[in-house]
Every structure is written in C-alpha cells, then in structure tokens.
C-alpha cells in the first residue's frame, strides 16, 4: 500500500528534485518542490534571501511554506534544511512516507560545484562536510526509510523506492 504522499529528504544534491519528479510522474501524484514554493513565495532565490536575511531567515520562511503545503497526493521535495523544523517534519510525517536519500558525502561534493551560491541555509563559517555530518543525524531521525544511494543510478532509485512503497 502506497502512502498518500511521499516525502524526500537529504543533502543539496541528493536527487531529490530530480527523483521527485520522476516518481510523482510513475505513481501518478502530484509534485512539490518546496525551494521552488519558497523562491515563488517570496519573488527571489534562495541564495538572494540567504545573503540579504540570513540563513536563518530562510529557515523560517522554509517552515512557514512547509506548513502551507498540502501534500496529500503529492510527492514533495523538500529544501535539504527542511529538517531543522520540527513543526515543519511533523506536518509533513501526517499521512506520507518520509524517505532520506543517503548519498555520501565524496559523491555530493562531486555533484555540487556552486556550493557557495546554491541558496544552501548554512552557517558562513561552516563547510559542506560539517553541514553533512550535523544534518545526517537530522534526516536519519525523521526518515521513515533510509534509501542508500551509493552507486546508484536514478532508474535504481526509483526501482528502490517504489519496492520500499509497498
């Protein structure tokens, strides 16, 4: 049995924006992107918001935008920092499956060139490999199932979480 909606988490280059999509359009769902949501919202980028407001700043608009959202029938793919708000998970855990997309952390840094302009809600002071080590704990924690991506190409992602679905 399929949840009513399928929500991904995990790093800044993950797959999730990419996954979602992709699943939404074979499960027949709806699909939320919710950088995009919170970059619609508010009539800029992330990285703008960042550097005029603040990480924190887009922290709380992230948790205002992921409380808004109605994702029944929907796969949502959330801001990698969606798990710093509790309020925020706890809307979205109601009614759907929370998968963590685990690619580790030499794959990432592969995949994410532009890591000081990608709108990613971090202290200035803090390295990617910092952010990883202190969001892991985060995702693991909220994750209903912990798909590890090592090695995986995007059709093995999908296969393995629609197995995981059902």
């Known amino acids: 049995m399929q949840a009513a909606a399928v929500v991904l988490i ?36 992330l990285q703008d918001i960042t550097d005029q407001q603040g990480y924190l ?17 929907k796969v949502v793919s959330t801001g ?11 809307h979205l855990k109601q009614g759907s499956t929370v998968v963590f997309l685990d690619v580790p952390l030499a794959e990432l840094e592969r995949r994410i060139s532009n890591f000081s302009t990608r709108g990613i809600a971090r202290r200035a002071d803090q390295s990617f490999e910092d952010l990883f080590e202190e969001r892991s704990v985060l995702y693991k924690r909220y994750a209903d199932i912990r798909l590890d ?4 190409q995007i059709e093995e992602v999908l296969q393995k979480i629609r197995s995981a679905l059902l």
Request: proline fraction near 1%.
């Open 10 to 45: 995990g790093m800044p280059g993950a797959g999730k924006s990419t996954i979602g999509i992709l699943l939404a359009k074979e499960l027949g769902l709806g699909f939320i992107d919710t950088d995009v949501s919170i970059q619609v919202r508010e009539g800029r980028t």
């Open 57 to 73: 700043t887009l922290r709380s608009i992230e948790e205002q935008v992921l409380l808004a959202e109605d994702i029944s029938g």
């Open 80 to 90: 990698g920092s969606a798990v710093y708000s509790d309020a925020g998970m706890a």
């Open 149 to 152: 991506c090592s090695n995986l």
